[in-house]
């Protein structure tokens, strides 16, 4: 049966029983027909180590099954009960001071230590074997955003054996790590150690591999408690993703490894900013899916999280944020948590049924959207259609994390997340890229500081400039090789036909004017037109007259170089992006297209006749939404 999911995290073990009929009738008004299970219900579950209480599970999953609401049970893993935290101490996390953490939230355990390996390994096998064909489950949720890192001496000995997988010899880590500089080289392996707290500055490759090392650790972990789960039951294993700078997890990397790419989005803005970012982790899991749908696992239905305060959604923004992530291949959406809880630390998080009760805006919105989502079931496996990308490399992100840069303003989330705002500002819908993907498809490919890029790489994007792609390069791009270690005169030197000679950062407040009359913040370079052509040229200053924005014809297409960060009213008139005053996303299966739109502003938009959309205009009311299906 073709349907889209909707629905949310379900906490049963933090309520009387009596309130679990209450809330499968209130789900069954709402819509919706799939909740996660047991996130976070480890200490319920295992109250004793290897003494198990199903019982309360065994009559919320059977409610459930009888009230038409399906199951994405979850494994527990990512808060341990006390007693294993009392009985494990070597298991708590160290910080990289070199503080053990205390149990006493979510999140405390390492992942290299063989207690906690083997506990979440029972856990789920215990699961899997109960569970495994009860007519409720849709599909297993392993653990719960992986993300924690941890520098205790377990870790440091897993890192040294991970490290040798990679480089073989000390020779070679030596000299990917540089470390001939301060006195580093390393005679031992065991003379070498996470990332720790240290006198000054770290080894940049060190940290890099540090968090290169942790993505593929906690994958191991993922990977044992699936194997686990695919024991007994061959449903669908994920788990949630999710972003942060804080996280060392490659999900493109770990895309291949879960049966559905699944992510947690909370945006952190009150205003416009909220719906930038909605398409931004939107756009990004549909990459890390490789254009196939994924799920909205986890949002907040009510509130917007800015770290300062909780900014109330405005009518309707509820359900603008949740179709958004449909319109961009979603398999629906779903929200932390169903009901909102009674205490906690989190107490205070939005939920489907507020602490107001289903007699509420809020509830009643939850219920809206629920009924409408069924109209939308037939776009599911329809495709989004994007002729942009945009190039994203976490290690990229990373690597800018732990190396002392040129300038503290210099940060490569931020010019990704500036590409992808102009494009949405434009109504345009983009795709995220690997930079050595296949681009044929995209009639451009915008590269925004790619600081760290392989030959390979490179190699393939000047094959999709060759064969007739349009590519625009952003500056501090191309500057050092996956081991850290600079290329001069840069990998994209051939490919765009400039030099770039020296590095003119910019105060935060400073900018540069382009003799177009166009301006630049943040960054300036002093760059050599070796063969390309100049598009603008610096104005005043030191780099006055000097080359700004260059194009350069490479067989069949283009590159061109950026080299400051442009502001937006210059880079919308360099490369011809128009103001939308609407949100437009489209997707096709065959010959039908549904077109989402979507009106943040505070006025109703007509949108005028656009052909295969609607004859005359169709008028889309502030804060409201569209789909219009043309075949």
């Not at 207690?115 to 007519?135: S, T, W």
Request: net charge negative.
């Amino acid at each position: 049966m073709t349907r889209l999911w909707y629905g949310g995290d379900y906490n049963p073990e933090q309520w009387d029983p009596a309130v679990w009929k209450e809330d499968v009738d209130l789900m069954r008004q709402a819509g919706v027909n799939l909740v996660t299970v047991g996130v976070f219900s480890w200490s319920t579950l295992e109250p004793s180590p290897g003494q198990y209480n199903f019982t309360w599970l065994d009559q919320v999953l059977d409610q459930l099954y009888d009230g038409g609401v399906s199951v994405d049970l979850a494994t527990p893993t990512a808060s341990p009960p006390p007693w294993f935290s009392r009985l494990h101490p070597e298991a708590l996390p160290v910080t990289a001071d070199g503080v053990r953490l205390t149990h006493g939230s979510r999140d405390t355990y390492c992942a290299c230590a063989p207690a906690y390996r083997g506990a979440a390994r029972g856990i789920a096998r215990a699961l899997a074997e109960r569970y495994h064909d009860h007519p409720a489950l849709a599909m297993w949720h392993v653990h719960n955003e992986y993300g924690t890192v941890c520098h205790c001496s377990l870790a440091a000995a897993r890192f040294r054996e991970w490290l040798q997988e990679r480089y073989g010899t000390l020779d070679r880590l030596n000299e990917a790590w540089t470390t001939a500089f301060w006195s580093q080289g390393y005679a031992e392996w065991t003379d070498i150690e996470p990332p720790r707290k240290t006198q000054y500055l770290v080894n940049p490759t060190q940290y890099l591999d540090f968090r290169r090392f942790w993505s593929d650790e906690l994958l191991a972990a993922y990977l044992e408690q699936k194997t686990e789960l695919r024991k007994a039951s061959a449903l669908p294993v994920t788990t949630n993703f999710v972003f942060g700078n804080w996280v060392p997890v490659n999900h493109a990397r770990w895309a291949a490894e879960v049966d559905v790419v699944a992510i947690d989005h909370y945006p952190d803005q009150a205003g416009i900013g909220a719906e930038e970012q909605t398409a931004f982790g939107a756009d990004l899991a549909r990459g890390w899916a490789g254009g196939k749908p994924w799920l909205l696992m986890e949002q907040a239905a009510g509130t917007l999280n800015t770290g300062h305060r909780l900014h109330a959604k405005e009518p309707g923004r509820m359900a603008r944020h949740s179709l958004s992530h449909v319109a961009r291949g979603s398999q629906g959406a779903l929200f932390f948590q169903w009901r909102a809880s009674r205490g906690g630390a989190e107490m205070f998080h939005s939920a489907m049924v507020p602490h107001a009760g289903p007699d509420s805006r809020m509830f009643r919105e939850i219920a809206k959207l629920g009924s409408e989502l069924p109209h939308l079931a037939e776009i599911a496996g329809s495709n989004v259609e994007a002729d942009v990308a945009i190039l994203w490399d976490v290690e990229c992100w990373w690597a800018m994390q732990g190396t002392h840069l040129p300038s503290s303003s210099l940060d490569y989330l931020a010019a990704v997340r500036s590409a992808h705002r102009r494009f949405w500002h434009a109504g345009l819908t983009v795709d995220f890229a690997a930079p050595a993907a296949d681009l044929s498809s995209y009639r451009l490919v915008v590269v925004p500081s790619l600081y760290l890029i392989s030959d390979e790489a490179a190699a393939a994007l000047a094959a999709y400039v060759d064969s007739g792609g349009q590519l625009v390069v952003g500056y501090f791009s191309g500057i050092v090789d996956p081991d850290l270690r600079i290329r001069y005169p840069g990998a994209f030197t051939e490919l765009l036909g400039v030099r770039v000679e020296e590095f003119h950062p910019l105060p935060e407040d400073g900018e540069v004017v382009l003799s177009s009359g166009g301006r630049g913040r943040l960054w300036s370079e002093h760059v050599h037109a070796v063969s390309a052509e100049v598009v603008d040229r610096y104005a005043g200053g030191v780099l006055d007259g000097e080359p700004a924005i260059t194009r350069h014809q490479v067989g069949a297409g283009s590159a061109w170089y950026v080299s400051t960060e442009l502001d937006d009213a210059t880079a919308a008139h360099v490369f011809d992006l128009s103001a939308s005053p609407v949100e437009v996303v489209r997707r096709r299966s065959g010959d039908t297209t549904w077109t989402f739109l979507f009106n943040h502003g505070d006025a109703e938009f007509a949108v005028p006749d656009a052909g295969e959309l609607v004859a005359g205009e169709l008028p889309v009311p502030a804060g409201g939404y569209a789909v219009v299906r043309s075949t």
